[in-house]
């Protein structure tokens, strides 16, 4: 586990944000049941900020969008850093808590219900009705850290990584600037999310956006189709669709019509080219995948139905190391080492090659781990899944293992099937068949999880 990263309440006197970004009356939030207004959300704030524990952290694990901002402004107004754990899971939140001992949590929902939050009464509940204050209005100091976002632990333990309001500022008007094309001049969205305000893809783009941007935002987090369907008609145009890979496939083959959309937002996955084809021609908007981490936010973007190649946000240099890539921002304090390896082209775009965790080489030949899976999910029939290596064994010998969920085909089926495209160094063995691959909310697939998963179905004999 990482280092705690340390944070005081004594900020120095620097540039701020008077939160949130819109005029008073202008629409901050909605849903079925109307809208919230900017001093209406600027009073809730006030009201819980006033009740707060004095603490420096607070995990933040409200599920309500709107009570998520409510939460996140008020623990920033305190002094205190939001802690946004990988997951709601106990064991997540212990770990977080573990590693920030003067911390509280705060949440709504089914988090207010959660015996594990309780073993020392640290935490606090949002009312139904969150109350409201008046007074001057909201402003936090640049050099705020206002939140702490974790890694989701895809690719090993999570790390802890500080964001300040200022940092948050610059991204958002670079994001903003890479997206402002979608709707017309003049105008903000109404932004719809389906990932969860604690993820950092979520935090830049439904919870920055209406703070620091001027947008809307839905309360919810719609998951189901539907859902997302009826959510997207509560809102007014020009709507943008912040979501995943994952949840763009489960529209397309759900067969749901949505309203007409300014476009669509993905990230956390690769997305397919073929499924962002799909998605457009389908839902008569563009698009647009977005590059980034919780490390360094979101520094690049694609219209992946056209183009195999990223463009940088201004102001990003990439270097290219035989370790990853350093990427450098306006919004990073300092530069910061990515697993993932890029070609540079002349035009200033780039082109992945994969982590380098996911390059392989056995007996002399090559492959990466991210093409394995694509050839994997390529099969007529597979649902899912996924291709991943497995710790040194007898030997120091790192085997591929490989899990995948279909209805139709079973482990022999598709060994059989991947002879056609895989080198037998690369096979996977072993290779489970599973009901559903254990992803989160943003479609990752955390590693600890499918060695779980792997370990459970070699108990059970299967």
């Known amino acids: 586990m990482s ?24 629409r901050f939030a909605f849903d079925g049941a109307g809208a ?8 809730h704030v006030r009201a819980l900020a006033a009740r707060l524990p004095a603490a420096a952290y607070a995990v933040n694990l409200c599920e309500d969008r709107y009570r998520f901002l409510v939460a996140f402004c008020a623990v920033a107004v305190r002094g205190q850093a939001n802690l946004l754990p990988p997951s709601r899971t106990r064991a997540a939140i212990d770990e977080v808590r573990a590693q920030y001992p003067d911390s509280y949590c705060i949440g709504d929902g089914d988090a207010c219900g959660c015996d594990a939050l309780r073993p020392d009464g640290h935490f606090v509940a949002l009312p139904a009705t969150l109350p409201g204050l008046d007074g001057a209005p909201l402003h936090i100091d640049d050099a705020a850290v206002v939140a702490i976002g974790f890694t989701s632990g895809s690719t090993g333990t999570p790390s802890a990584n500080a964001k300040t309001l200022g940092s948050f500022r610059t991204s958002t008007a670079q994001n903003l600037a890479a997206l402002a ?12 999310a389906t990932v969860p305000p604690q993820h950092m893809y979520g935090v830049e783009l439904s919870v920055m956006l209406p703070l620091l941007g001027g947008a809307a935002v839905h309360r919810g987090r719609p998951f189901f189709p539907q859902d997302i369907a009826r959510a997207l008609e509560e809102a007014t145009a ?7 890979p994952v949840h763009l496939r489960a ?12 476009g669509i937002v ?6 397919p080219p073929e499924l962002a084809a799909e998605a457009e021609s389908r839902f008569g908007c563009e698009v647009r995948e977005t590059f980034g981490s919780t490390e360094t936010c979101i520094f690049a ?16 240099r990439l270097q290219p190391r035989p370790d990853g890539t350093l990427v450098s921002a306006p919004h990073l304090p300092q530069p910061v080492l990515l697993a993932d390896l890029v070609g540079l082209q002349d035009d200033g775009r780039f082109v992945l090659h994969g982590r380098q965790a996911d390059l392989l080489e056995i007996a002399g030949k090559r492959a990466s781990l991210a093409d394995l899976t694509r050839r994997l999910l390529a099969l007529p029939g597979v649902r899912d899944g996924a291709m991943f290596q497995l710790d040194p064994g007898a030997g120091g010998v790192r085997r591929i293992a490989a899990v995948f969920a279909s209805d139709t085909l079973d482990e022999a089926a598709v060994r059989e099937a991947l002879r056609r495209s895989v080198d037998p160094v690369f096979l996977p063995r072993p290779l ?7 992803r989160n909310e943003t479609g990752k697939l955390p590693r600890e999880a499918l060695l779980r998963l792997l370990r459970g179905d070699a108990a059970a004999g299967s």
């Open 301 to 316: 973007f694609r219209r992946t139905a056209r183009d195999a190649a990223w463009t940088p946000y201004p102001g990003v």
């Open 36 to 43: 919230t207004a900017c001093a209406q959300f600027a009073a």
């Open 266 to 271: 993905t990230a956390t996955a690769p997305l």
């Open 3 to 26: 280092a705690v990263i340390q944070h005081s309440t004594a900020q120095p006197a620097s540039a701020g944000a008077t939160l949130p970004a819109g005029a008073d009356t202008a």
């Open 251 to 262: 529209l397309l083959e759900s067969g749901v019509a949505l309203p007409p959309l300014a």
């Open 432 to 438: 489970r068949r599973v009901a559903a691959l254990p």
């Open 181 to 192: 094309s979608l709707w017309p001049a003049g105008t903000v969205p109404d932004v719809v």
């Open 238 to 244: 020009p709507r943008l669709l912040v979501s995943t």
